[in-house]
């Protein structure tokens, strides 16, 4: 599976070994992972460049945002069962990097952007759900991580096939080789911690 993944920088199992020192931590980051995720797929559906988007742009969008919601359901009851609190305020600066790559107020080619920005973030989160799920000795946390990665690999592939499938869309593969370039840099000079877009020590 994480073969599939077009990542140009594979993230060493050592990173997993090191943030799972503080699963609690871990667990709040990933629930606020998945309610911006949810977020965003609800926002992308009202940003069709028509005024009436496709049935499918509609279903896929509704759809993510389901399991994004579903997904973060669980790991709130996780992270409150293990005593763990969910934190009010939040802050991703890959995610917020990733984004200022978007060429806002460029109609399509900011939509193209966007979808890629998105299928971005699923692959990295699918390829570190993987590595914490192949190093968890919690059996509970490694079932939950095992079963997250192959649901983050599936909306990789829905984001980036609706950006190669919008009206006139140009030069999406060249872009998306310039956005794989970019997030191979940005991921990183994260700053280290107990997250799921942290940076790695060697």
Not at 139 to 152: N, P
Not at 155 to 170: G, I, T, V
Not at 174 to 202: K, N
Request: net charge negative; aromatic share 6%; proline share 5%.
């Amino acid at each position: 599976m994480l073969d599939e993944l077009p990542l140009n920088w594979r993230t060493p199992v050592e990173w997993a070994k090191q943030v799972l020192r503080e699963p609690l931590a871990v667990l709040n980051d990933h629930a606020h992972l998945e309610k911006k995720a949810a977020t965003n797929a609800l926002e992308l559906m009202n940003r069709w460049p028509e005024p009436n988007p496709p049935e499918n742009w509609v279903k896929v969008m509704t759809a993510i945002a389901r399991d994004e919601v579903d997904h973060l359901a669980i790991v709130v009851r996780l992270l409150a069962r293990r005593g763990g609190v969910l934190t009010r305020t939040h802050r991703n600066a890959y995610a917020t990097e990733l984004r200022g790559l978007v060429r806002l107020g460029q109609g399509r080619e900011e939509l193209i952007d966007r979808l890629m920005v998105s299928a971005l973030i699923e692959a990295r989160s699918c390829e570190r759900f993987f590595l914490l799920g192949e190093v968890c000795e919690d059996r509970e946390l490694a079932k939950l991580y095992g079963d997250l990665y192959e649901s983050e690999a599936g909306h990789f592939r829905l984001f980036l096939n609706l950006a190669r499938e919008l009206p006139d869309a140009a030069r999406v593969d060249e872009r998306w080789t310039e956005f794989l370039d970019a997030e191979s840099s940005i991921i990183q000079r994260q700053p280290l911690g107990p997250a799921i877009h942290s940076g790695f020590s060697v």
